[in-house]
């Protein structure tokens, strides 16, 4: 009779791990961009220090394992078959939406997730116990959900976010107003002070509010309860005389160990706050059959009242799923995609922008730069000069070589993400409330971000759309987690043979989304984004736009055959793939142009003469890819639109300009990349036989039309791909024209 249910369990055990691998790389985020963005210590140094943390906070996270006991739901009003069944339903989903998020490179938040599907689980089993028992109606389902902690725990996520947002923008621009820039050059006694402020902080509120989850709390409970503000005087004092001694007898940044300790502190807190989502419901399904195995009552007929009972959590189990989330944070390359999002929406300098405007992004920068204005003229000049003063950023004088080692922000602002979110997480911890660490994270550093100016002008509609994609984002993460939940635990319920067919739909999912993962990391690796700023001399240049032309006449050839070949067959879904693939293109050489700045910038004294030629490539790559592009659309739209084939004369025709243009592009792919560029004249004679077959083609069609065409739209399709085609040929001749004098004068 139990055979089923150990099944479950170790089928658990298994979700368990693959959570805590899929949660990990999503909320490493949390507690490594600030340590990370601003450069303060060597990432190896980062990641033992977050190692570190992370072991520490599993040991204290036994305290909040109750909420995925008896947080969302009243455990007496179901028996151990039911709980199973939410059990699973929560451990599948979980799994699925989280490793979504990490493919996109999207921080969300595992509580919320783990929240809502226990509540859409939970929901659905009540529902079907109510429909199957004609004396219950649908408001007995409150007797089911415990919907006042729900809503607690549901306000405090939500109130998380403003709180979060609001602190971090007040206690960073105080402390901007203090410091400026210039750290370093402030008295030692004030830096002693923040520093003895900061430490005091995160060792209140992340060591000691941290060992009340901890079966040993109760020893020393009698020495902090009742001396909070004892403790924290004594902790200023010795903190601040430590700080002193360590700035002024060693030299010691006392920044770098504030940002070292919150970082420790901070992956504590995300460890003890966030374990139980990843291992909270296995192990509340363990000791739900642990009961029901000794109880000797049907599964179906066994209440699960035993959850609403305290039950020490197993610290080796903690210390494994500890360790396992040690490993995932220092090979998880998803992880490092998380964090990037999150370090790019913050970084203080201009650079390449992941999100694209969208119309309320483009409202919030208009009502900001109008309340701007408005305090404007409500604060005295004096006073806005003063603040203005405090956020002069100073000229850092660093070789052109060195410039890629830039922070994304400086050691001011990651101290304060730190001990903000440290102190937020914290707080909730010890309250026993799910605060979201991914919301309190992220909000405080666009908080911080937006008080130290990193918005500008330039950026601000990028770096707020990004924020608003999140932020929907997390309320997606809701919707889909309670409904998603609700239909896997109705589909367990209808018949236990859907556990493993389940189980197989999320191997192959997450199999599937790595394999498109890895094929994205590989791609953005191929990609060089200008930005990078690295020193590059005119050999450097040569070599840049080599690349990027072989590059693009390669992948040029492959769509214009598709685009044929997909014409030909008159197949929609492979036209509209494409026309994906075409829009890719001309995106990334849109952002190649966007980084002309920071080429340009980078160029070292005896190469400047190059950015003339590096710009003009860069244009007619892009005329390049907008011809193709037109072709791909018009093509598109015409199959879209349910109009006639192209007639087999016109097919023809097509073919027969594919072949020559495929033929064309190989031969340019193939010079730049073994860089033979002395051949480059002979390609340029024999343009003209390919001009002169499609100038050919468009007299076949007009014989066509005075004789048998029927179709107008047939007729517009073939003279738009025609023309494209010559307009593709002239931009690409152009290019290798515009090269090869480049070429020479280098030569001279």
Known sequence: MGDPYILMLVALAVLAIVDLVVGVSNDAVNFLNSAIGSKAISVKKIMIIASLGVFFGAITSSGMMEVARKGIFNPSMFMFQDIMFIFMAVMITDILLL???????????????????????????????????????????????????????????????????????????????????????????????????????????????????TPFYSNIKFLIEGNTVTIIAASFVAWSLISQLLIQAFKINILKLIIGVGTFSLAMAFSGNDLVNFVGVPIAAWNSYQAWEISGVAADSFSMGILAKKVPSNVWLLLIAGAIMVVTLWTSSKAQNVIKTGIDLSRQGEGHEKFKPNPLSRIVVRASMSINKGISYIVPKKTLVFIDSKFQKPVID??????????????????????????????????????????????????????????????????????????????????????????????????????????????????????????????????????????????????????????????INKLYTNVVNDLSNHDLNKLRKTDKHVGKLNDEIDGLKDGVFYFIKSLDETSVQASRFYIMVLGYLQDVAQSISYISRASYKHVNNNHKNLKKGQLKDLKHIDEDLSDLLNRVSEIFEN?????????????????????????????????????????????????????????????????EEFHLTTKQ
């Not at 529902?127 to 199957?132: N, Q």
């Not at 007729?715 to 024209?737: G, I």
């Open 99 to 213: 490793d979504i998020f990490n493919s996109l490179g999207m921080p969300t938040s595992t509580t919320v997730s783990i929240v809502f599907e226990l509540l859409g689980a939970a929901v659905c089993i009540s529902l079907l116990k109510i429909s199957a028992n004609d004396a219950h109606s649908l408001g007995d389902i409150w007797n089911y959900i415990n919907h006042k902690k729900a809503i607690q725990i549901i306000n405090g996520i939500l109130l998380s976010v403003v709180v979060a947002f609001s602190v971090g923008a007040i206690v960073q621009f105080i402390s901007r107003l203090i410091y400026s820039f210039n750290f370093e050059k402030r008295a030692t006694y004030i830096n002693a002070l923040f520093g003895g402020f900061a430490i005091t902080a995160i060792t209140y509120f992340i060591i000691i509010k941290g060992l009340k989850g």
């Open 675 to 739: 860089r033979t560029f002395d051949n480059l004249n002979d390609i340029l004679i024999e343009k003209q036989e390919l001009f002169v077959k499609v100038s050919s083609s468009v007299e076949n069609q007009v014989a066509r039309i005075r004789t048998d065409e029927t179709s107008p739209k047939n007729t517009t399709l073939y003279f738009s791909v025609l023309l494209e085609t010559k307009d593709l040929v002239s931009a690409l001749m152009n290019l290798l024209q515009t090269y």
């Open 398 to 555: 660093l070789p052109k070589s060195k410039t890629y080692e830039l922070p994304a922000f400086d050691l001011v602002r990651a101290a304060v993400n730190l001990i903000v979110a440290g102190i937020l997480i914290s707080i909730a911890t010890s309250m026993k409330l799910p605060l979201s660490t991914t919301y309190v994270t992220f909000m405080v550093a666009m908080g911080t971000s937006l008080a130290d100016r990193a918005w500008g002008r330039e950026s601000a509609v990028y770096r707020v759309a990004g924020v608003i994609n999140v932020i929907g984002g997390w309320f997606l993460t809701a919707i889909t987690a309670f409904l998603a939940a609700a239909i896997v635990a109705y589909l367990i319920s209808w018949d236990m043979v859907m556990i493993p067919i389940l189980l197989a739909v999320v191997a192959i999912l997450i199999g599937r989304n790595t394999l498109i993962h890895r094929n994205k990391s590989k791609e953005v690796k191929k990609q060089e984004y200008i930005e990078r700023a690295e020193l590059i001399t005119i050999n450097g240049v040569i070599e840049e736009s080599a690349d990027h032309i072989a590059e693009v006449a390669t992948r």
